[in-house]
DNA sequence: AACACGAGACGTCCCCAGACGTCCCAAGTC
DNA sequence: GACTTGGGACGTCTGGGGACGTCTCGTGTT
C-alpha cells in the first residue's frame, strides 16, 4: 500500500489526513484487531512525511481509542481481543498458572530453559527474563547444574 | 578513564564526539591492535549515554575500517594481526593440523577432553565444541568410555 | 505571532543469537 | 574404582536490531 502516492500530502494538518486514511483502513479490517500497525518509521515512509507527523496522527487514534500503542511493540488494534503483552510475561504468567493450579507443586523442578524455549518458542534471554522474575517474587529457586525449583507455598 | 567525566557529553551529535575520542585512544595505542575495546554496555557507562548511542558510535569506526566487531567477542582493533578466531575454532584447528601433519594416523586416539582442557586452558564445553565439529567434518568417531579416534583418511 | 511540519539526535525497552564458563548425573570401559 | 565420553542443567558475558518516547532545532504556512 500506499495511500498518497505521488501527492506528498501537502495542506493543513496533514496528520489529520494521516490519521482519517488509517482510521477508515482500520473500520475496513485492513488492520485486524489485535494486530499491530506499521512501525512509525515505515508510516512515515509510506505517506512521505515525518515520523513526527505520524506520531500526531496516531496520538489522535490514540485518543479515540482506537489504538494502544506499546513500547517497543508497535500501535496496536484495539479489538474485543485483550492487548498482547510483552512475551516473557506471557511465559511468566503460564508457569505462575501451572504453579497455582497445582500441576507444579513444591519441590518439583521447573521445565529446562530450553523446553519453555521450545515450548514458547522464544530466545533464552527471554524464558530467562521470566524465569528471573518468578525468582525475584520468590516462587522458585535454581541451583546450578540442576534445574530451576517450585518454592514452598510462602503465600 | 573515563574521558568525559562530570560533563555528560551533551550537544550536537554526541556519537560522532564519542567516536573521535575512542579513533584518538586508538591512534595513540591506548588500544592495542587486535585487542578489543571495551564492551557496550562498559562504553555507555562511561560516557554516560544509551547503549544505542555507543552503537552509532562504533558504527562510525566500524565504516573507517579501523575496527571489525565480532559477535559475543567485541569490537577488536584492526591490526596487521588477523582478527582472533574463537576459542573452539583455535582449538579444533590445532587438532586438524595435527591430524594433517601425521602427528595423529589413523586409528590413533585423541588426546582425552581433559588434557585437551588443560592444553588450551579451556573449558570442557568449549572443548567438546571444537571435538563436535571434527565430527561432523567425519575426521574422528568417538566411542563410549573409550575415546575419540582419527578417522581413516577419507579425502 | 501561532501553528503545522520536517528532520534529526538521543533515550529506553524488548527481543534475538551466540560463546564460554560452571556444575551435576549418568553410562560405558578397563 | 578410576578412567573415558554423553548429555543436560544454569550463569554470565558479548554483539545485533527493532520498536516507541522525548526533545530540540529549523522552516513554512496561516
Chains 1, 2 share one sequence.
Not at 479515540?64 to 485483550?82: A, F, P, Q, Y
Request: aromatic letters at 4%; charged letters at 25%.
Amino acid at each position: 500500500m500506499e495511500p498518497q502516492n505521488g501527492r506528498p500530502l501537502t495542506g493543513w494538518r496533514v496528520y489529520a489526513q494521516i490519521a482519517d486514511v488509517l482510521r477508515e483502513q482500520i473500520a475496513s479490517g485492513h488492520f485486524p484487531a489485535g494486530g499491530a500497525l506499521p512501525s512509525e518509521l515505515a508510516l512515515s515512509g509510506q505517506f512521505r512525511v515525518a515520523r513526527t507527523t505520524v506520531r500526531r496522527a496516531l496520538a489522535v487514534l490514540r485518543d479515540e481509542g482506537l489504538i494502544v500503542t506499546i513500547r517497543s511493540k508497535g500501535h496496536v488494534v484495539k479489538g474485543g481481543i485483550e492487548t498482547l503483552a510483552y512475551r516473557h510475561e506471557v511465559i511468566a504468567d503460564d508457569l505462575r498458572a501451572q504453579i497455582h493450579r497445582g500441576e507444579l507443586t513444591a519441590g518439583a523442578m521447573l521445565p529446562s530453559e530450553a523446553s519453555l524455549r521450545q515450548r514458547h518458542s522464544a530466545s533464552r534471554t527471554t524464558v530467562r527474563h521470566a524465569l528471573s522474575a518468578l525468582e525475584r517474587e520468590g516462587l522458585i529457586v535454581s541451583e546450578q547444574g540442576k534445574g530451576r525449583f517450585v518454592c514452598p507455598a510462602t503465600g
